[in-house]
């Protein structure tokens, strides 16, 4: 069987988002909109200690309530549940960990009923002592957090340490880096941090449990991972896998904070205790900020190391990132962050201790960029500072230290495969572009300054060795296709991505590929989880050998309509013909169901094509060392900027911006330039605006978008240039790699670039606010705004002698 090569109809192309209509129209369908027969409503009781032991809970009161259906405690649930570490507990049973913490769960007729029920349980309390510092929590006389963390469930790749508040602990080592630093030139020591960051998602996680009679569990929930929510469920209620159906409606974003498991074990768990009616759960923004897994923040302590012609020898580094209350996927993140702390540099000698740590704050979890932003936040500047002290460029020393695809080995000892990318190309695109090297205009206000800076970024998705995915695709009668897989679909355009490749490959117009919306994981091929920019190369190879499968049946039947060998069958064009004699063909929806003759005989049956993709090559990592083999792709990439400056106030204006990442392939062109758009907004945002605050008890001060800034339209560059390189990785879905988080990771270290350059002040810690880089100029660079004050007074004294002679 052959497939003839034809110009790419619709790979490389633009197009939009399949689901698009229904979302600007408003028509799709969220959990939110979803009403079942008899639904009731839930609403959380929250802790007001950040930690304390639950001396009793008083709910007679709320159950007098006209409408109050029953009241949940931690009592009735006593059973934990984590993606990673089982550290966590659907309601508080005895301990509150953080301000936040759900201690109950109202259930009642309406939302109203279920609000005031809530207001009316009474929490009697026991102080106990609290941590809001990873930091004063590593500490031998610190509070202990969770006294039974060594009977919790580990997944095999983990280490919490028992008796410690260290949720996990991860070691990277190569070389000899104390016999390194000897033979350094330059040594760079410093600190960095990045503070709490909320996902911020539009659609705030909301779900509905039915516990249905029959033992089944129905959720229809908005997650990023239907599966593994699933399987978790099931695994920690002790029922069959299947015996728990997630309805993956239509969710408004996720950003890695609807991964893994949410709230669907409580509703579920909730429902059975109401009379096994459905309940449904809408966090307020506020509880979403302050009950809901949010990002955690995190701190670096560096030592790097360069020879003086600017080799990147050694580099020392201890990661400390803030857990909150439970460890949920920040102890992946935290791993991450330790094995990928080289970023995209050839560095012989490394020692890397990244540690998980639990407080008394907000638990965390993933988030776009997982471990990766922060350390690249770290590794990027460092590379700009160690050039300036060599005398070198900051083009030049990262072209010595860049590995090499082909011949270079990661921190964890995999050789980068020689189709990985080409980071050289994507350094001196970004140069080429940006313009860096050549003159810059002067602002004409004497206070501003403008500046040039560039961050380079590699990620690969951080799985288990045995993530794998599946797909199945249907024939219908006219030749149309259903694809069924489990990804999900929250505006990444993955599912858009992976119907381009089936009507390519079948040669059928796009619109006769269809991924259903409204999809069931009873009725859907089954993938690890959405997350970590894996769905495009998982599920994209899974749905290759999908359409393998299809056409190994069409052909079977073929061969037999047309009486040649298989060999000789071409499937194009929406058509089935035989090799040299183009006229002898038939449609493909002559063959989809069932081929008929002439006289009526009939050969074949309904197409259904089926297949999957597993990683064959990664390894779990040594916990002593961190070697072995993480990640199935590396996609490379990095972002330049142009800023102002203003000196007299701090604030930062990004007006140009460059996105550059070697994507493999290019599937949907522009499904990849949003990702660019997205990634940069995302990242602006993050870098220069974006935190949590907390005062000295816990309590979170900007629990809502009133007081938590983020980009506004008005933030937005004049100028965003978008770059998709193309090296194809043999393995990839045509040779594609994902790009989904990696746009958003070099986004602030080449903006704190741009101001080092300019100014030579070093900012260590985001965001970058106006306060925070005034105060820096003060503190390092007290000339520079003596300058500018001394400047604005002669430009408006100039001014004012200009109008005073008009």
Request: proline share 5%; with cysteine; net charge negative.
């Amino acid at each position: 069987m052959e497939t003839e090569a034809q110009s790419p109809k619709y790979i490389g192309r633009y197009v939009p988002q399949q689901d698009s209509t229904l979302k600007v129209t408003g028509t799709a369908t969220y959990t939110f909109d979803v009403e079942l027969p008899g639904m009731l409503y839930a609403k959380l009781v929250t802790s007001d200690r950040p930690h304390a032991k639950i001396v009793s809970i008083d709910t007679k009161e709320s159950e007098q309530v006209p409408g109050v259906v029953a009241v949940a405690t931690g009592k009735d649930f006593n059973f934990r549940i984590g993606i990673y570490v089982g550290d966590r507990d659907i309601l508080a049973f005895d301990t509150v960990r953080w301000i936040g913490h759900p201690i109950a769960a109202v259930i009642a007729e309406t939302l109203e009923a279920a609000e005031e029920g809530a207001s009316k349980v009474h929490v009697e309390y026991e102080d106990l002592p609290a941590v809001f510092d990873p930091r004063e929590a590593l500490k031998p006389e610190a509070p202990l957090l969770h006294p039974k963390l060594g009977e919790y469930r580990v997944s095999p790749a983990f280490k919490p340490i028992p008796g410690t508040n260290i949720a996990n602990r991860f070691k990277l080592q190569r070389g000899n880096v104390d016999r390194a630093f000897d033979e350094c030139s330059v040594i760079i020591e410093d600190n960095f941090s990045m503070p709490y960051v909320a996902h911020a998602f539009m659609e705030t996680q909301n779900c509905i449990g039915l516990y249905r009679r029959d033992g089944v569990i129905e959720v229809w929930s908005s997650l990023q991972s239907p599966f593994s929510a699933r399987y978790l469920m099931a695994q920690s209620l002790d029922i069959p896998v299947n015996n728990v159906i997630i309805h993956n409606t239509f969710c408004g974003g996720g950003f890695g904070g609807k991964a893994g498991l949410g709230w669907e074990p409580l509703v579920a768990m909730l429902s059975k205790k109401a009379g096994h009616k459905p309940v449904k759960l809408i966090l307020s923004r506020k509880e979403q900020f302050t009950s809901a897994a949010v990002r955690e923040a995190f701190y670096a302590h560096v030592k790097a190391g360069f020879s003086k012609d600017g080799k990147f020898l050694a580099y020392k580094a201890t990661f400390i990132m803030d857990c909150g209350g439970y460890g949920d996927y920040t102890v992946n993140v935290s791993r991450t962050a330790g094995y990928a702390a080289d970023g995209s540099y050839d560095i012989e000698n490394l020692d890397v201790e990244s540690l998980a740590v639990y407080t008394n704050k907000v638990p965390t979890t993933a988030m776009r960029g997982f471990g990766y932003p922060e350390g690249h936040w770290v590794l990027e500047q460092i590379m700009d500072r160690a050039a300036s002290k060599l005398g070198l460029d900051p083009v030049k020393i990262r072209l010595i230290n860049l590995v090499r695809p082909g011949e270079s080995s990661t921190g964890t000892g995999e050789r980068v495969r020689e189709d990985a990318g080409n980071p050289r190309k994507v350094l001196e695109t970004i140069v080429k572009e940006l313009g860096i090297g050549k003159e810059i205009d002067k602002p004409n206000e004497p206070w501003m300054v403008r500046a040039r800076g560039f961050a380079l970024n590699v990620k690969g998705p951080s799985q288990p060795p045995n993530a794998s995915g599946s797909a199945i695709m249907k024939f219908n009668e006219d030749g149309s296709i259903d694809l069924l897989v489990g990804t999900g679909s929250f505006g990444q355009g993955t599912t858009t991505a992976l119907c381009m490749i089936v009507a390519e490959e079948f040669g059928i117009p796009l619109e006769k590929v269809r991924v259903p919306f409204d999809r069931a994981t009873d009725s859907e091929a089954y993938t690890w989880q959405t997350v970590g920019s894996r769905g495009l190369f998982v599920d994209g190879n899974a749905t290759l050998s999908a359409i393998k499968d299809a056409k190994r049946r069409i052909v079977d039947v073929a061969k037999q309509v047309f009486r040649v060998p298989e060999e000789d069958v071409i499937i194009s064009e929406g058509k089935v013909s035989v090799k040299g004699r183009p006229w002898l063909s038939i449609k493909l929806s002559d063959i989809a169901a069932a081929y008929t003759y002439p006289e009526g005989n009939a050969i074949g049956g309904p197409i259904i094509g089926a297949g999957y993709w597993t990683s064959v090559l990664n390894t779990y990592l040594n916990p002593e060392t961190g070697q072995g083999i993480p990640s199935i792709f590396h996609t490379f990439g990095g972002t330049g900027v142009e800023i102002l400056l203003n000196l007299l106030t701090g604030e930062i204006i990004v007006e140009r911006a460059i996105q550059v990442e070697d994507v493999g392939r290019v599937i949907n062109r522009l499904g990849v330039e949003q990702q660019m758009d997205g990634g940069l907004v995302m990242g602006m945002s993050v870098s220069l605006w974006e935190k949590m605050q907390f005062d000295q008890q816990g309590w979170l001060l900007n629990p809502n978008f009133t007081g938590y800034y983020l980009a506004r339209f008005k933030d937005l560059p004049k100028e965003i240039k978008k770059v998709a390189l193309e090296t194809p990785q043999a393995d990839g879905p045509l040779g594609a790699r994902g790009v989904g988080e990696m746009v958003m990771i070099s986004v602030g270290p080449a903006i704190a670039n741009a101001i080092f350059n300019a100014t030579g002040v070093m900012l260590n810690h985001e965001p970058m606010t106006p306060e925070a880089v005034w105060n820096a100029l003060r503190e390092q660079k007290s000339e520079l705004l003596n300058e500018a004050i001394r400047g604005m007074k002669e430009h408006f004294r100039q001014t004012e002698e200009v109008m005073t002679k008009q």
